[in-house]
């Protein structure tokens, strides 16, 4: 099949007072035509810089990428015909100006007619529900209609490739979900070939994505269908133990015992308690939960889990996606 994406060997090195910082290193990844391509790493993995540079806005400092067949660096011309990019938390545009108005200096900008570009928003108005907000100025409207109409700017050229950054960064939950459904019709519908989408929620990628590649530390460290990449921990025995929230920073032991592979603890402040969960390498629960008692943590419910793409992180890297982002 042919592919829309191919990175060989790539590697940026980023140089400071402090010495050089490693943001890629060897990364190779192929993305065929016609899916949804998830990268899922925590921040600062490396998964915008590698965004960055196949959208021709960063130089590889060495190995070589190509989008659409083009070369990133000896080709970017003609790379950047054939793609988009929108990155989650950002504020293209000009704040004095509509929203309306933003869209069609956008079009102007990608070669558009005037009357092509007004036909276009009527097009994007209709898959994103912009008419609430398509007369404001650009510095009026909220989180959520910002992220909607980044991505109509995204999607103003009719890219055969379309980047996403952390599309739904600092959404809520219905506003997540509803960029979320757009995506999945893009490719559904063959508006955009193919999409490469970066993202550290878990939930997220499972969602839409047909293939994952796991970065972290700027090294791909794992690849393939969700199906695939959980199969790696079927074997591994999982449990979730839920804490009173007030006995978290006792925890640290649980990092030294031999049959704990790596565990995770999230927070709920509402309730006062606290989930870890634990990938074992044996079934040994029983003696772990004696040990949580025995340092004073009190146990409110232990359940046993199936396996997720987030337990496949916190094999591979000793701790979850959510403690690093912390």
């Not at 398509?134 to 910002?146: A, E, V």
Request: proline share 3%.
């Amino acid at each position: 099949m042919e592919q829309a994406i191919e990175t060989i060997n790539l590697v940026r090195v980023f140089s400071s007072p402090q010495g050089e910082f490693k943001a890629l290193d060897n990364v190779s990844i192929s993305v065929p035509n016609g899916i949804i391509y998830g990268l899922l790493g925590p921040n600062g993995a490396g998964k915008t810089t590698l965004i960055r540079i196949l959208a021709t806005l960063l130089l590889p400092t060495s190995g070589d990428a190509y989008v659409g067949g083009f070369h990133v660096v000896r080709e970017a011309n003609k790379v950047r015909e054939i793609i988009n990019l929108v990155s989650g938390g950002e504020r293209p545009g000009y704040g004095i100006l509509t929203v309306r108005e933003n869209l069609m200096y956008y079009g102007q900008v990608y070669g558009l007619t005037w009357s092509e570009t007004k036909r276009k928003i009527e097009e994007l108005d209709q898959l994103l529900g912009l008419s609430d907000f398509l007369d404001k100025r650009l510095n009026r409207i909220s989180t959520g209609m910002m992220q909607k109409y980044a991505l109509a700017r995204g999607l103003i050229n009719d890219p055969d490739i379309l980047f996403l950054d952390e599309p739904t960064l600092g959404l809520d939950v219905n506003n997540a979900r509803a960029i979320r459904r757009v995506i999945k019709r893009l490719v559904e519908e063959g508006r955009i070939k193919t999409i490469l989408l970066t993202s550290h929620y878990m939930a997220e990628v499972e969602e839409l994505c047909d293939y994952i590649s796991i970065i972290d530390q700027g090294r791909i460290i794992a690849r393939g269908a969700p199906e695939e990449l959980r199969r790696m921990i079927e074997k591994e025995i999982i449990y979730d133990v839920d804490i009173r929230l007030r006995d978290v920073d006792r925890l640290n032991f649980l990092k030294r015992l031999d049959s704990v592979i790596g565990h995770t603890v999230k927070t709920r402040q509402l309730s006062g308690e606290a989930r870890i969960r634990m990938i074992l390498s044996s079934e040994d629960i029983g003696t772990i939960i004696r040990r949580l008692e025995d340092e004073g943590i009190h146990v409110l419910r232990v359940s046993r889990s199936e396996p997720s793409l987030e337990d496949v992180f916190l094999k591979l890297v000793g701790k979850g996606i959510s403690d690093e982002e912390k």
